[in-house]
């Protein structure tokens, strides 16, 4: 499974245009030249700036423990701090201010990034004008050059998802070899990889908690070194698997209201649709991106 996986983070809204298939959207997404900070003068305010912002995004929980909640940094979703094959974040920052149906108003990029610290890293969110905030929000900038490299605000569709099995999720988990990576996903879990479950993961809030989300991570990432090798199949039951384990749970201090003109997605697994998997009492075919017999 892919070294350092998430999530936003997570997670993370996956921004692409719509099309037939995710296959063609991701083809169209990863596209473009890589992108490396060592042609950024440390020695300039703006270069500092990126470099401790890439810094940041590759080793979130060590520079910034208290703000996160388990061992995941941003990499751990977005290869290469954004710049590899998962997750890309490559133009991102062009895609804000971003209309958001769990807010229900226009985002800025800084609270997106806020978003992963509290769900896919479940921790807490940095003040926006924080050193380290500016920090990533510079480096998100400079690798969305905006004479290069747009990106569309339409949300990525996943549909015709087949029906999983978790019970043949679990053993395919460990015929897949993703054991060899994430090990049991306890916090014991080997540091190739991160904990897909348990108090070292990301919490039910995070992008990654909707088996949409975490079904098309799968199918077209996983496993780290055969990415794409896994049938529809596969990638559902392991998904359904990965998603029927307790994981933190996400609490909002700041008693904020989601979705407040709706758009609330059906496939978001918490603990009260963990404890319905467990007595095989969810209905799977009942999710809009799960196929229709």
Partial sequence: MKKQLAFLCLGTTVLLAACNSPKEQLDDYNKGDDISVSSVDPNTKKGKLIREGSDIMTSTNSILPEHVGNKLSCTSCHAGAGTGQALKLVGVANAFPQYRDREGRMTTLAERVNGCFERSMNGKALAEDSKEMKSIIAYLEFISPKDKYKRSAQKLVI??????????????????NCITCHGNSSEYAPQAGPALWGDGSFNDGAGLSRFSKMYDFIYNYMPYNNPGSLTKQQASDL???????????????????????????????????????????????????????
């Fill in 159 to 176: 549909k015709d998802i087949p029906v999983p099995d978790v019970k043949r999720g679990e053993a395919q988990f460990s015929r897949s």
């Fill in 239 to 293: 998904a359904a698997y990965v998603l029927s384990n307790d994981r933190p749970v996400f609490k909002d201090t700041k008693n904020r209201k989601f979705y407040p003109k709706g758009g609330r997605p059906d496939d978001k697994i918490s603990e009260k649709e963990r404890e319905l998997i467990k007595k095989n009492l969810y209905k799977w075919e009942d999710l809009k991106a799960v196929e229709k017999s």
